[in-house]
């Protein structure tokens, strides 16, 4: 099983990480991120070509080095750097520009059969983060709500078959996840056994809705799913 948490800025996915692999322990995580090749400018809201590019072939060549019968979880996927790439050309931020994208999307595309689950997380109204300045993270509130306008827009491509920037066959599951770590590893309990692995169909799995119930969770709002437009790509 091999799997990518998505998502915009200072949403929990670092935490969300270590406490998965403490939950499902045959996982592992590459000692390498993208973020050891970041350079100290031009990247995030100031990106640009070069920059996206080589996060790009880092991220694929790292989740290469990898087969479907691995444990394995990835800190981000090329999704991330794809919506990166959209909303630099959508907002006109450095030289990113159309041509760039579309060279991108197809990689991005074939890139997704390495994968099986990703997993987003949305901005909800369930267990909201704050924003903290640890110096490495993004801390503009008005980006980090745009970044996941972008991701939100990418899920609904991916829920009605757009195979823009997901393959028809043997792509990868796109899966939202919200509220604390707690409420999200419990939620990730109704996709995954004891052993890690997704849930076989002759397996019966409670529906994931009983979560609000159990820990007492107001209903999340997903009904925005990202007013992106992305007809312009082919």
């Not at 790439?85 to 074939?110: Q, T, Y």
Request: proline residues 3%.
């Amino acid at each position: 099983m091999r799997l990518a948490i998505s998502g915009t800025a200072a949403q929990g996915k670092s935490t969300l990480l270590k406490s998965f692999l403490e939950h499902w322990d045959m996982y592992t995580t590459p000692k390498e991120s993208y973020r050891d090749i970041l350079p100290k400018d031009n990247h995030s809201k100031d990106t640009n070509k070069e920059t996206q590019w080589n996060i790009l072939n880092h991220m694929i060549d790292n989740m290469q080095g990898y087969s479907d019968t691995d444990h394995i979880i990835f800190d981000r996927c090329p999704i991330d750097n794809l919506v990166h790439s959209m909303w630099a050309f959508h907002k006109n931020v450095g030289d990113i520009d159309e041509l760039f994208v579309e060279k991108c999307i197809p990689i991005v595309r074939e890139s997704m059969k390495m994968l099986d689950i990703v997993l987003i997380i949305p901005i909800t109204n369930v267990a909201q983060n704050d924003i903290e300045d640890d110096g490495v993270r993004e801390t503009d509130a008005e980006f980090i709500s745009e970044i996941d306008n972008f991701f939100k827009a990418m899920y609904s491509s991916w829920a009605k078959d757009d195979e823009r920037f997901f393959p028809k066959e043997d792509r990868a599951a796109l899966i939202e996840i919200f509220g604390t770590t707690e409420e999200r590893i419990k939620m990730l309990e109704f996709y995954l056994n004891d052993k890690g692995n997704m849930f076989g169909e002759d397996e019966t799995l409670v529906d994931a809705s009983s979560i609000y119930d159990e820990f007492g969770m107001p209903v999340p709002d997903l009904s925005e799913k990202g007013d992106v437009d992305f007809n312009i790509y082919k």
